[in-house]
């Protein structure tokens, strides 16, 4: 009995309800016709936010992908080294970045106008995210510093021509937690580029490398649990760090004992076995 | 200048903002808190109606829960005072269920009032917020939503308590909002989000009504005012 009212029911209702909706004239009950109008207002407003985040998510995904391939393309330079074509790659990295800041924020920037930029987060948070990895770590083999925040907001601020012919301007507002995220992101490609300047013949990188991540992961210890995503990358970053100092004590040691063609392979070999594990 | 040193003005900088955030987030807990505290009060109020002699107190418990909805458009306005332009969902985490519960309390005066659903615009009213983001603090869609799924399973609780108070009529138009509302409801495309989930507990709402409505059919309690 409860199994054919649960079956039938929901037909009839929806017969019902299709009557109503096909000939306006036959209204049966008044209120009826009022809650169904309430909801396909919903309905249209629903289907806005969730394309709207659809779309922002493709985005971000292919934020995420121009950025993964340029920061694989800046591991190809050799820091310090006279190694040709270095500024090459510099400058093949820096138009990337411009065609990411151009295509995909440019685009991000159009779907976010007058939005509550905090609503769709979630959705480009983790192209965001890489994207502030790409550019740090561009940064850094450039000027061998950190990108300052504000230096990252520069680059996405967009004017375009409003319809009415206007100069409009577009900001894309980048967090400061994302920021910090982007930067723990970052000390896993520096401890590649630590490990791979010394197989370029370059001693000096992986002490400046070192002392920098020391100084970042002070500085997010010191943050405390302020930040939930930030602890969960915590542990690689320590990982990180360890690998990093391992390789700076292994020169130190032995860095006046071993041929400088066979440091590399030394410590590739005793960083990787005691920590395998994939840092992105 | 040493890399090093900019490296920790840096930080410094980002740590000074994190501790801002920090501490209005907890001055952000602290007013929800209040608001929370007379959600509670209102729901106390309107339990009333499930009582034996609840049904004749409903016009009270509706008029009291109206003062109280009062209280909270003051604390509303504390809290949203606190929340910086255009960050309204970084923090919405914290009051989501707050006003969820709200719109479920508001949607509850107004159907005992009037055997309507709530619109969108009364129940921002009521609460004291807004109904469109531009307009500053307002109700999120979902939240509203949510209210409306929760205003379901009071009402089959009502339904069931009717009856014992011998209200035979009462299951009935029950049973037919509550049907208009899942007709209204399957018109949405939703994500497979904490909304759907909620929304799928909403057929075993319309089916207690349906079988409360069966039992009175059966045996002759249906009100013969129904065409």
Same mark, same amino acid.
């Given at each position: ?5 649960? #079956?039938?029911?929901?037909? #009839? ?70 190694? #040709? ?194 840092? #992105? | ?34 608001? %929370? ?124 308590? $009717?009856?014992? $108070? ?13 049907? %208009? ?28 009504? %349906? %079988? ?16």
């Amino acid at each position: 009995m409860a199994g054919v009212n649960k #079956e039938k029911r929901p037909e #009839e209702r929806t017969k019902q309800f299709k009557k109503v909706n096909d000939n306006k004239t036959k209204v049966v009950v008044d209120e009826n016709s009022a809650i169904i109008k309430i909801f396909r207002g919903f309905q249209g407003e629903l289907d806005a936010k969730h394309d709207k985040h659809e779309r922002l998510v493709k985005i971000s995904r292919d934020v995420t992908i121009d950025s993964k391939r340029t920061i694989f393309l800046l591991h190809r330079h050799r820091d310090g080294s006279d190694r #040709e074509g270095n500024d090459e790659i510099l400058n093949d990295a820096k138009d990337k970045i411009k065609e990411i800041q151009n295509i995909r924020f440019l685009a991000m920037a159009e779907e976010l106008e007058g939005e509550d930029p905090y609503q769709f987060m979630r959705a480009i948070s983790p192209g965001m995210q890489e994207y502030i990895e790409a550019i740090s770590f561009y940064y850094y083999l450039k000027h061998g510093q950190l990108i300052s925040l504000k230096e990252i907001q520069k680059d996405l601020v967009f004017s375009k021509t409003g319809e009415d012919g206007q100069n409009q301007t577009l900001t894309l507002n980048v967090p400061p937690i994302e920021y910090l995220l982007g930067l723990a992101d970052l000390t896993g490609e520096l401890m590649r580029l630590a490990i791979n300047s010394v197989g370029a013949g370059n001693l000096e990188t992986p002490y400046k490398i070192c002392e920098f991540l020391q100084i970042v992961y002070d500085a997010f210890n010191s943050y405390g649990n302020t930040l939930k995503d930030l602890n969960r990358k915590m542990g690689t970053l320590r990982q990180s760090l360890r690998k990093v100092e391992n390789a700076c004590y292994t020169l130190h040691v032995r860095g006046s004992e071993i041929p400088k063609h066979m440091l590399a392979d030394v410590f590739m070999a005793s960083g990787d076995d005691k920590y395998a594990e994939d840092v #992105e | 200048m040493d890399p090093s040193d900019t490296l920790t003005a840096t930080f410094t900088e980002l740590q000074g903002y994190l501790q801002a955030e920090q501490q209005l987030r907890e001055d952000i807990r602290f007013a929800v808190r209040d608001i %929370e505290q007379t959600t509670r009060e209102i729901q106390k109020v309107l339990q009333a109606i499930h009582q034996p002699q609840g049904l004749n107190k409903i016009p009270l418990a509706c008029e009291n829960s109206r003062k109280l909805f009062k209280d909270v458009q003051d604390q509303i306005k504390i809290l949203s005072d606190k929340i910086p332009a255009n960050q309204y969902y970084k923090y919405h985490d914290h009051w989501k269920f707050a006003i969820q519960r709200l719109a479920f309390l508001a949607a509850l005066v107004i159907f005992l009032e009037t055997e309507q659903l709530i619109d969108r615009q009364t129940a921002a009213d009521i609460i004291g917020v807004k109904v469109a983001k531009e307009d500053g603090f307002h109700v999120d869609l979902d939240d509203y939503l949510m209210g409306l799924l929760q205003l379901a399973s009071e009402l089959s609780r009502l339904a069931v308590n $009717a009856v014992i $108070a011998g209200d035979y009529a009462r299951p009935l138009q029950i049973s037919s909002f509550l049907g %208009e509302l899942e007709s209204g409801f399957r018109l949405l495309n939703l994500k497979n989000d904490a909304l759907r989930k909620r929304f799928d507990a909403l057929k075993y709402d319309v089916k207690k009504v %349906e %079988e409360v409505v069966y039992d009175l059919s059966i045996r002759g309690l249906k009100p013969s005012t129904e065409t």
